[in-house]
């Protein structure tokens, strides 16, 4: 099975051809041009390059978050739109999970962070094992101070939250602070992926209409509509 990847969650981001054999082809950026602008020239460059078409896969794969909300959906209405197109069936997989996955023979816990903005940061706790990848904490939206709290032993810690406050992880954290070569700290399409072949050869494929991304907190625009409504019912004469 050839799984097409797709990684937008942070600036950072690309495409993939993963199959039985392995990596076939990968294109990522990391520079400031909107996910809307490059994934569909990158698909079409990389399946040409690759002397592919979309008739050879046998499924898509999209990183779900937790990342920028309009990377997010911008990852995610491509797959549906490629999907639909093709009746290729979707593995949804978990962005902090994917970043986890680059580092796959690591023995410290593994620490994906994404700036959050607002003061937090993305993040979740993983152990790779002879089992493979465990997960020691759920995805959360935290400040990184209280990030801090919970690391209690040496970590390796990667993705753009790094960028943001590593100054501040290396004045708390201090030795338990681990920081992988730079090539390997932030998202790849390539573990995208993997990981989604490996779930859709499960038969863990999502359906179409279900498929949402993972935020773990209200947008900009969600929370200036519930503001709108606090302030329409606080009102008098407003109705409950």
């Excluded at 399946?47 to 896969?57: K, R």
């Excluded at 998202?187 to 072949?197: D, H, Y």
Aim: with cysteine; charged share 20%.
């Amino acid at each position: 099975m050839l799984v097409l990847g797709i990684e937008t969650s942070a600036t950072q981001g690309g495409v993939a051809l993963v199959g039985e054999s392995g990596l076939v082809s990968e294109y990522t950026l990391n520079v400031e041009v909107t996910h809307s602008e490059r994934v569909l020239p990158a698909i079409e460059r990389m399946l040409s390059d690759a002397g592919c078409g979309l008739s050879e896969l046998g499924g898509l794969a999209v990183s779900i978050g937790p990342g920028s909300f309009t990377g997010l959906r911008i990852g995610l209405s491509t797959a549906k739109g490629l999907a639909y197109a093709t009746g290729l069936p979707v593995a949804a997989v978990p962005t902090l999970e994917a970043m986890a996955w680059v580092l796959p023979h690591a023995r410290p816990p593994i620490c994906p962070v994404q700036d959050a903005r607002k003061q937090e940061v993305y993040a979740a706790l993983f152990q790779h094992g002879p089992d493979g990848l465990t997960r020691l904490m759920d995805d959360a939206a935290l400040s990184p101070e209280a990030l801090c709290e919970t690391i209690k032993k040496p970590t390796l810690f990667l993705g753009d939250g790094l960028v943001s406050y590593g100054d501040l992880f290396r004045r708390l954290l201090g030795e338990r602070l681990l920081l992988p070569p730079l090539a390997q700290r932030g998202p790849r399409a390539a573990c995208v992926a993997e990981l989604g072949r490996q779930k859709l050869l499960r038969g863990e494929a999502e359906t179409i209409g279900d498929l949402t991304p993972r935020y773990l907190r209200a947008s900009e625009a969600e929370l200036r509509r519930q503001t709108r409504g606090v302030r329409r019912l606080a009102q008098p004469g407003a109705e409950a």
